[in-house]
DNA sequence: AACGTTCCCGTGAACGTTCACGGAACGGGT
DNA sequence: ACCCGTTCCGTGAACGTTCACGGGAACGTT
């Protein structure tokens, strides 16, 4: 019912029919679409209207084909509703939307064999990648193409790749020191449960109870969630009755520690002291307020993507030793 | 020092540079990379290495030009870091991601003059734009240049646009009338704080408060935050002492009304019951867990989803009444 | 009257890829 | 010897835009 003046109906608009419309010819409706000078006022606000009337908008490809400005990366987190991708992820958008990046995110729903399917359809659609992922490294090579990526929160054993590294050793010594000075000794930890080897942060930990002279063996593994977190601590307590403190994975599960704490009617932190990891704003919001070994994640994100960019510009790379975030010790109500 | 065989250094390395390198044609070297049928396997191999020798990246924008497949969608949130667009995100990416289509997400940073110059950038970049937008109709209407677009949680005045309509009605007056048959008599209401008129949530709440014969002027203005909840049901109850309920305009800010009636030492739901609006996942990790009027996030950001998709591919589009999230009372332990 | 300026506007070419075609080489059947 | 089918590969053209250039008209200057 428009009033669409072309015969045809399917085919896209292009510049070409708002220049036939306007009687112009294609540069001219180009200048006038882009603002540019050479054009005379009136023609100007011919060639828009009649833009406007065949409801024309100029193809992002055949514009990102001629003029190479644009840069696109791509950013892979494995659940959004996490709230520490959550975190890292808007910090992500934040650096990016300062240089003018587009930023075009990818959910791989936790799913690692999405990782590789996600990689091979963002593969030919931006011109880098940051991200988690937890497969591994040529198989990542091997679907990325010699594509710039920086993995996030993980160590690169192939030069291939950039990654930013946590360094939560100071902090994790830092967490478990304090417990110590606090009077605890049976100090358990809830790690990740779905991974094989045992993760960095309990060796962290390990190293931190034995340098204090604490038996590290107090574990219990737990899902990453609240309620994982919950069946976790009844768990180590199952297992280990005398523990009074606890060092979690992440603070998701400490964050269900608390609360499973509160329902044995374990007061924190007289009864069971609970500490930490990650530093989410969201611990701020518990009650008591939750201790964490927090870890700077508006860094994180932006040193990612401070990263990606030197590799697409082909400026020389920071070295490892930059691409670094230290996680430290921030005490609330909770320890 | 990498043997870049070609003499110039920084032109992009093309299918014609592959094709060369690898003694075949341009067409040749697309079905190699593209996995077609009519190549000779040892052919295909000798391609492939040569591609990889050379670094070669086929542009995304060459390639969208003449296949018209790759459709992109923009999606505008105020903040990310609000839990609340969080899930609206998550949901929207999982639908995108069903249909194949990437998802290039923008955050205002909650500043709606952000706005305007996001949709000018996103414009040339997306096939459709879902999102949140403050601005007025018009001036949305200038900048996207006949674009597809939805808004979310907003009412739409224009033809121009589509738009998802959140309806609390019936889930308030649910609220209010469980919070009477508890015996509550007293009941305030912490509002949005900082837009000029009074929210429809706060409209909800006045119609259901005089169903039941309450008054309903005993409201607080909050910021848009747990601190503000705080402040705000400390505003409240200092204008109004008799306040035994509240209701408020969202659960981030009941969140902060939680927390603060503790430090107050009111007990929760006995001294003050509080009932907040979104349904947050979050709000199961309180305690007591948030009753709250719950909105289905998931099915937000998929009927935007969806509805932005037939815009664009010219389906006739939803109506208006299928356009629409009601919420509805689920209760917890906090009323 | 010839010439230089300024202001508009249009014409080929280029960006890098895929599609639709055509064609060479090879092998096997009659 | 001829034809036909299969397998593999290459050649124009097209996608829709912007860039670099050139050119005409109008106006003023010498």
């Known amino acids: 019912m428009a009033s669409s003046s072309g015969p045809d109906s399917s085919r896209r608009v292009t510049i070409h029919d708002v220049a036939r419309s306007a009687g112009v010819s294609r540069q001219t409706v180009s200048r006038a679409l882009n603002g540019k000078d050479e054009i005379e006022r009136s023609t100007k606000q011919r060639v828009l209207d009649a833009a406007r009337e065949l409801g024309y908008r100029p193809s992002r490809f055949a514009r990102g084909l001629v003029r190479q400005d644009t840069t696109t990366i791509g950013l892979v987190i494995p659940d959004l509703r996490n709230p520490f991708f959550t975190e890292v992820a808007a910090s992500a958008l934040e650096s990016a939307r300062a240089r003018g990046w587009h930023v075009v995110v990818y959910d791989t729903a936790d799913r690692p064999e999405e990782e590789l399917g996600t990689l091979q359809v963002i593969g030919s659609q931006v011109d880098g ?44 010594h830092a967490a478990v020191a304090h417990l110590v000075a606090r009077g605890h000794t049976m100090i358990g930890m809830l790690d990740h449960d779905n991974r094989a080897e045992p993760s960095l942060r309990r060796e962290w930990f390990t190293a931190a109870a034995l340098a204090h002279g604490i038996d590290p063996g ?3 593994g737990a899902g990453q969630s609240a309620d994982g977190g919950g069946a976790g601590l009844r768990a180590l307590l199952a297992a280990h009755p005398e523990v009074t403190a606890v060092f979690t994975f992440n603070d998701i599960v400490a964050i269900g520690a608390l ?17 930490g990891f990650d530093g989410l704003q969201l611990g701020a919001l518990m009650e008591p307020p939750l201790s964490s070994v927090a870890l700077d994640t508006r860094r994180l994100g932006a040193l990612a993507v401070e990263q990606v960019g030197r590799l697409l510009t082909g400026a020389d790379p920071l070295p490892p030793e930059d691409l670094e975030v230290r996680a430290e010790l921030r005490l609330a109500g909770s320890a």
Do not use: K, N, Q, W
């Not at 996030?152 to 930013?164: P, Q, T, V, W």
């Not at 499973?260 to 609970?274: C, F």
């Open 129 to 172: 990648v940051v991200g988690y992922f937890s497969c591994a490294e040529d198989e990542l090579d091997r679907y990325t193409r010699g594509m710039p990526m920086v993995l996030i929160g993980r160590e690169h054993r192939m030069a291939r790749f950039s990654s930013i590294r946590i360094d939560g050793e100071a902090g994790v």
């Open 218 to 220: 107090r574990v219990a």
């Open 259 to 275: 609360r499973e704490a509160r329902r044995l009617g374990r007061a924190v932190p007289a009864d069971l002291a609970v500490i």
